[in-house]
């Protein structure tokens, strides 16, 4: 059965570096997000891309964020100067508009720590 | 008020027993509603999706909508210690994939052996 998959499965950075999140979505999936949770806490709605744009981000998707489809199959999440407070579960999903079951999968997750 | 909520449990009960999961939730416009269940540093996995009110069952999974009460319920039957997990209700405001999806906080249940 097709999955979303992502790698590292763990990221570890110091405070203020770059760091880039990688997903490979399902292959005949049209639309991408990602969501976050941060340990204790609920998922958390981030961004969702489609047709190489952002649909929609919450408010904690800020300037520091940015996504990119940068091939055919990736989807990366990029945070550009991580904080203390990024630290949390990274979920990237994917969903097929028309399919039988609209609905996202989701990948295993990014567990990213920032010291 | 939250937009969805949950009982957070921990809910533990005995291998065989029926559980009932529920979520509530104030957005009105919520029409698409699913539950996930979601393993330890796991991501969440899909087990039932359903649209606008109703029941849908699948194997020992039913899962209920009552939009005029904004409730919704997830029963599992001849519950197994392989159903340990947290259980996350989500649901977004239409039917199309692209709307983000919004979760409740998640039920933690055990089941004893």
């Known amino acids: 059965e097709p999955e979303v998959t992502q790698t590292p499965s763990h990221q570890v950075t110091q405070m203020g570096q770059e760091v880039i999140l990688r997903c490979v979505p399902i292959?005949?999936?049209?639309?991408f997000y990602w969501y976050r949770q941060i340990l204790g806490q609920k998922v958390e709605f981030l961004v969702s891309f489609y047709n190489n744009e952002i649909s929609e981000k919450s408010e904690i998707f800020d300037d520091q964020f940015s996504v990119e489809r940068p091939d055919g199959s990736n989807f990366t999440l990029k945070i550009r100067s991580t904080k203390l407070e990024d630290s949390a579960m990274y979920f990237c999903a994917s969903s097929v508009m028309g399919g039988r079951t609209d609905t996202q999968y989701f990948g295993p997750g990014t567990r990213l720590t920032v010291l | 008020q939250k937009e969805v909520e949950q009982d957070p449990g921990p809910l533990s009960v005995p291998e065989g027993a029926i559980v009932s999961l529920n979520c509530t939730y104030s957005n009105s416009a919520f029409q698409y509603f699913m539950w996930y269940r979601q393993y330890s540093r796991k991501g969440p996995e899909l087990l039932m999706y359903?649209?606008?009110?109703g029941n849908k069952e699948d194997g020992r999974f039913t899962a209920q909508v009552d939009k005029s009460s904004k409730y919704i319920s997830l029963f599992i039957r001849d519950s197994q210690p392989s159903d340990s997990a947290t259980y996350l209700c989500a649901m977004s405001a239409t039917k199309t994939s692209y709307d983000k999806v919004i979760f409740g906080p998640g039920t933690s249940l055990s089941v004893i052996p």
């Open positions: 359903t649209y606008s009110s």
């Open positions: 292959s005949n999936h049209l639309y």
